[in-house]
């Protein structure tokens, strides 16, 4: 059984940065990992998403060039390094793992296991 536990969430001010991590249990270092942010009263959305190798790595065009996805197999933890943060940046994050086969990211339904989410706050 895989356990994620999010971490690192907060509030800070526009401009500003946040490091949040995601700590696994179980046998996750061949899963490729996602982040995923869901704001109030909208839909859980795709933020970045990085394979197992850790030399591939997918972004939300909303977060490009902002945010860097990576991953420390030997922790079994993958981190979401956030910068220039925006209000609009304002979710519940969510860590997740993709255990099955197959080059898609994008989409909720392509991951196994979630984390129960780290609240990010950006004050304008």
């Known amino acids: 059984q895989v356990q994620l536990v999010e971490s690192g969430g907060g509030l800070v001010q526009a401009g500003g940065s946040l490091r949040l991590s995601c700590a696994a249990s179980?046998?996750?270092?061949?899963?490729?990992m996602g982040w995923f942010r869901q704001a109030p009263g909208k839909e859980r959305e795709f933020v970045a998403a990085i394979i197992w190798r850790g030399t591939r790595t997918y972004y939300a065009d909303s977060v490009k060039g902002r945010f860097t996805i990576s991953r420390d197999n030997a922790k079994n933890t993958v981190y979401l390094e956030m910068n220039s943060l925006k209000p609009e940046d304002t979710a519940v994050y969510y860590c997740a793992a993709k255990s099955s086969s197959g080059s898609y990211y994008y989409t909720e339904v392509q991951y196994n296991y979630w984390g129960q989410g780290t609240q990010v706050t950006v004050s304008s």
């Open positions: 179980g046998r996750t270092f061949s899963y490729a």
